[in-house]
């Protein structure tokens, strides 16, 4: 096993590995934080102080170039701070300036100094990270974990409302200053695995990709943590496999690959499930609809007879025959309704009846409430009730009637229905 972390490969799998660990724990903070630009801005700031680092250490020692970058990114972070406290600028071209000022003073500082080692900063070069890349990248992970599991509470509390926090007393000022801390170095050590550019997507990617997948931030940094050390992997295996892709891009590629994956198949906030919500609610409301147009056929007719004819129903709902069959049937499989002995009559059964009572009820309640309460005309209110009749639930139902004191007529001298248990409850 050891033999086998000394090997190009096996270090690079290993930077991967930490590298996801580390940034998908910190991006979940930068995600709910609204920081992403910031981690951008940070990953163009540290540029000077890691090209300082390698000027002025030509053994290359790792730390060197790390406490150099901190001082960089420590003092850019300062400048945007500054820049957005003596100036009326917005915080995003606050971001802006600070980034282009010190990526533009790095790239300068690489044309002076032409420094050996850069270019895996730039561009990202995993195939560079030897062992004491590895160690430092195991220590900035070790570290960055246990201050997040040390400080959970505060740097959640802080990460949501920062006000707040202020008014529990906690030091808001000290806990900013170390979290910067921690994402200047993780920024610092993962940019010689993916580069300055694609840095923000080691970060952001699986945070986005875990907030889809829990509202419950600490089940998100969890997920974060573990998509970004999955993925990260996952890119340095095809790299690995696949001879003459680039590390570092194929990295940032697996990440926002996971994130797409999630964004499709994630059970509750997926594009699928809302999809597949979408469609239900589109089918509940058609049913309805046929219900509730099944009910004022039989209402306009006195309630004479106990079903309706296809014709009748076509008629009142201005569609086809062909077309409602298809949602009748629909009714008649959810039992809904019920054929009549001959087949030539409708009938609702207690629980479709009880149903069309209810949205019908619903409609003409909430007529009634726009025109009593909210001084509407008579002759608007009906698509506003259109749309409100498949979503007004039970207790609001019983708050309308008290509010208008239990109408017995719509504002079109309609009569509300009273919806008993049975579903016999008919018109009041």
């Not at 509750?268 to 999809?275: K, Q």
């Amino acid at each position: 096993m050891t033999e086998w972390l000394h090997t190009a490969f096996g270090t690079a799998l290993a930077a991967a590995l930490l590298l996801g660990l580390c940034c998908g724990t910190l991006g979940a903070f930068v995600v709910v934080r609204r920081m992403a630009l910031t981690g951008d801005m940070l990953s163009h700031a540290v540029l000077p102080g890691i090209v300082a680092g390698l000027v002025w250490n030509t053994q290359r020692d790792p730390l060197v170039v790390l406490a150099a970058a901190l001082l960089a990114g420590m003092a850019g972070s300062a400048v945007m701070h500054a820049i957005q406290r003596t100036t009326r600028l917005k915080p995003d071209a606050a971001l802006g300036i600070v980034l282009s000022v010190f990526f533009a003073g790095g790239i300068a500082m690489i044309s002076i100094h032409q420094p050996s080692g850069v270019q895996a900063y730039l561009y990202g070069q995993a195939a560079a990270i030897d062992q004491r890349d590895l160690r430092l990248l195991a220590g900035v992970t070790v570290l960055t974990l246990g201050v997040v599991g040390v400080l959970f509470r505060l740097l959640h509390v802080t990460a949501f409302d920062a006000g707040f926090s202020r008014l529990l007393g906690y030091p808001v000022q000290w806990l900013d200053r170390l979290f910067y801390f921690l994402l200047s170095a993780s920024i610092v050590v993962a940019m010689q695995a993916v580069g300055v550019v694609l840095i923000s997507a080691m970060l952001i990617a699986p945070a986005a990709a875990a907030l889809k997948l829990s509202h419950r931030f600490g089940r998100v940094v969890t997920a974060s943590c573990l998509i970004g050390a999955v993925s990260a992997s996952s890119g340095v295996w095809i790299s690995g496999v696949r001879t003459g892709l680039p590390t570092g891009p194929v990295m940032a590629l697996a990440v926002c690959a996971a994130f797409a994956l999630v964004s499709l198949f994630a059970p509750r906030d997926g594009i699928l499930a809302h999809a597949w919500r979408h469609w239900k609610m589109r089918r509940r409301i058609a049913r309805e609809n046929l219900l509730k147009s099944i009910f004022r056929v039989m209402e306009e007719g006195g309630f004479r007879h106990d079903g309706v004819t296809l014709l009748e129903l076509s008629k009142r709902d201005g569609r086809p025959v062909t077309v409602l069959a298809r949602g009748v049937g629909r009714l008649v499989a959810g039992k809904d309704a019920t054929w009549s002995d001959d087949r030539s009559g409708l009938l609702l059964t207690t629980t479709g009846r009880r149903r069309a009572e209810e949205i019908v009820r619903n409609h003409r309640l909430w007529e009634r409430y726009l025109t009593e309460r909210a001084s509407y005309a008579a002759d608007h209110v009906h698509e506003d009730a259109e749309r409100v009749e498949h979503f007004i639930g039970e207790d609001e139902v019983r708050r309308l009637e008290e509010t208008l004191d239990f109408p017995s007529l719509d504002p079109h001298g309609r009569p509300i229905p009273a919806v008993g248990k049975d579903g016999k409850g008919g018109l009041s």
